[in-house]
């Protein structure tokens, strides 16, 4: 009886380990639980530290450090392309596309200081990893309530400005794992038109060979952030916006699929394929070279 009690206890040990070992599903499982409580450990035991300084964009700094461990944890390479263009004094706005819970590992190696992300207000309900975002700044915007998530993104506008702040926003609005981008929203568009001030676009290259929440993948791996030159918005108004959006869709797309047929990230320094840096639109409606020393970078 006893043997067979201590048989059932070793088998409860092992089995674990064994799934973990050899069951692809469950050694997801596992990874994706550790990085979400991970999150919430961090924002339990450093929230207290954040809260000393309120709400502010410098608790941005605390959350980063606690997010950067992960990637060691995890085996995750990460390449960083291009980040020289960030080291830029006025306020900007980043888009990035979107994969995965999985971008907040990349997103923390390459942003700037005195930037915060907007995120989707349901992330304020998560407990203290709500209380940990809201001291740090992030903007929270309602999804659903498309006037007040506008509301929101105007006055940012003006904070941007105001307060010499960057913005990180994922404009494809959600997750999303296909082999291209989603169309974008427009928020980040109209939020950089209003302040009269640039945009980055980062690409981060396809997870598809180490993660992929529909094949209950994750194993370690390495993908590439490249930051590609900035895009003026000066001189550009409201009816600017949709064809702004898509030129800078199509050039991150392009980046992407060129990221995902070349895994061997063999890229070349500069990418020809924006409206080059410091371009902006004229009458005719064609992209044109403003300043093309780029020595505000
Ligand atoms: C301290 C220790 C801490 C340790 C713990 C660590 C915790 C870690 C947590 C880190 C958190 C990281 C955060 C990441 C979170 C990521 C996300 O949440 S992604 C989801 C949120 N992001 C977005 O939704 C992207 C922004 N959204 C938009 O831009 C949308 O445009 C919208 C404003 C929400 C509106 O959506 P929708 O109506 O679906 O879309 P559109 O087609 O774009 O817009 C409709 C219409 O409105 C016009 N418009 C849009 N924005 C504006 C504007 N600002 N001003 C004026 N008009 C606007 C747009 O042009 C459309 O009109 P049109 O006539 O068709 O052009
Ligand atoms: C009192 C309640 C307590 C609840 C505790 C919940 C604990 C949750 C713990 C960790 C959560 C980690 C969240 C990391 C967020 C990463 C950002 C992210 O990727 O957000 C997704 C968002 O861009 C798009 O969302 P959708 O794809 O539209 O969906």
Redo the contacts with the bound molecule.
């Keep these: 009886m006893d043997v067979a009690l201590l048989h059932g206890l070793l088998l409860l040990l092992i089995l674990p380990v064994l799934l973990y070992r050899y069951c692809a599903t469950f050694h997801y499982f596992c990874k994706v639980t550790f990085?979400?409580?991970?999150?919430?450990a961090m924002?339990t035991l450093l929230s207290p530290f954040a809260a000393i300084r309120g709400r502010c964009v410098e608790n941005m700094k605390l959350l980063c450090a606690a997010i950067r461990p992960l990637k060691h944890l995890y085996g995750i390479k990460i390449e960083v392309l291009g980040a020289e263009h960030l080291n830029l004094k006025e306020p900007y706005v980043i888009v990035c596309n979107?994969q995965?819970?999985?971008?907040?590992m990349g997103m923390v190696e390459v942003i700037p200081k005195r930037c915060v992300?907007i995120?989707?207000k349901?992330?304020l309900?998560?407990?203290?990893?709500?209380w940990a975002?809201w001291l740090s700044g992030i903007i929270f915007i309602d999804?659903q309530r498309t006037g007040d998530a506008i509301d929101v993104i105007s006055q940012t506008a003006e904070t941007i400005r105001r307060e010499n702040l960057r913005v990180w926003i994922?404009p494809e609005?959600?997750?999303?794992q296909s082999r291209s981008m989603l169309p974008f929203k427009r928020g980040a568009f109209h939020l950089a038109v209003q302040a009269q001030v640039p945009i980055f676009p980062i690409v981060i290259s396809p997870y598809w060979d180490f993660f992929s929440s529909k094949e209950k993948k994750f194993t370690p791996g390495t993908f590439t952030i490249r930051v590609l030159p900035r895009i003026e918005t000066r001189g550009l108004s409201p009816k600017d916006v949709p064809e702004l959006t898509e030129t800078v869709r199509k050039t991150m797309v392009d980046v992407f699929s060129e990221m995902s047929s070349n895994p061997c990230r063999d890229w070349p320094a500069e990418l020809p394929l924006l409206p080059s840096t410091g371009a902006t639109k004229g009458t005719d409606g064609v992209w044109h070279d403003e300043d093309t020393t780029g020595t505000s970078d």
């Design positions: 990085f979400n409580l991970w999150v919430l924002a979107h995965a819970s999985l971008d907040l992300p995120a989707k349901e992330l309900y998560m407990g203290t990893v709500g975002c999804r994922f609005g959600t997750r999303n």
